[in-house]
């Protein structure tokens, strides 16, 4: 399967009104703010209202582990955190990851693994967790984004926004219409 069937399984399989898309990353690191900028581009290609929407978004900026509180109030079934993650390919490349995949120890620039706060979140409170990890080109401090990230968030929250409209047709006990 590719990206798009992956994450549609995942989002399909979710209960109505139960996936939290969270963006991870600082936009003062070029590439590394690609996971604020989905969110961004996600709120705004489905014009976000959070009364109406089937899923919610969360920028957690570079401190993920620091939103588990407002995570687990919004009491979600899926969890799609989106980050710059080095993965030893081209920049711009995408790969959907469970924690599992990802390191366990050690810390980056500026948080705690993402690992363990996705599996804190899964065994603290109940949600399946998934990484769109997003390879980065660069991620020093007052660098830019470079043209792949950012085509790759284009693309990452086109394909996000086009899956919860389809997640829009199921009904409140998760089956189709």
């Known amino acids: 399967m590719d990206l798009a069937e992956d994450l549609a399984s995942e989002v399909l399989q979710a ?14 690191h070029g590439d590394d703010g690609v996971g604020p900028l989905v969110v961004q581009l996600v709120e705004k290609a489905v014009g976000q ?12 900026g570079r401190a993920p582990e620091l939103e ?3 995570i687990r109030e919004l ?3 899926l969890v799609l955190f989106i980050d710059a993650v080095d993965f030893g390919c081209a920049a711009g490349d995408v790969a959907l990851l469970k924690p599992e995949q990802l390191r366990a120890s050690g ?24 990484l ?10 007052g660098s830019e984004m470079c043209a792949e990230v950012r085509s790759a ?12 409209k389809l997640q829009d047709l199921k009904t409140p006990d998760g089956s189709e219409l």
């Open 15 to 28: 209960r109505a009104d139960t996936v939290l898309v969270v963006g991870v990353g600082d936009e003062e």
């Open 49 to 60: 209202d959070s009364s109406s929407c089937a899923f919610k978004t969360l920028d957690a």
């Open 68 to 70: 588990t509180w407002r």
């Open 75 to 77: 009491d979600p079934d």
């Open 107 to 130: 810390f980056d620039t500026h948080r705690a693994p993402l690992r363990l706060t996705m599996q804190y979140v899964e065994s603290e409170l109940g949600a399946k967790c998934r």
């Open 132 to 141: 769109i990890a997003i390879q980065p080109r660069d991620v020093r401090l």
């Open 153 to 164: 968030a284009e693309s990452v929250a086109s394909l996000i926004a086009d899956i919860f």
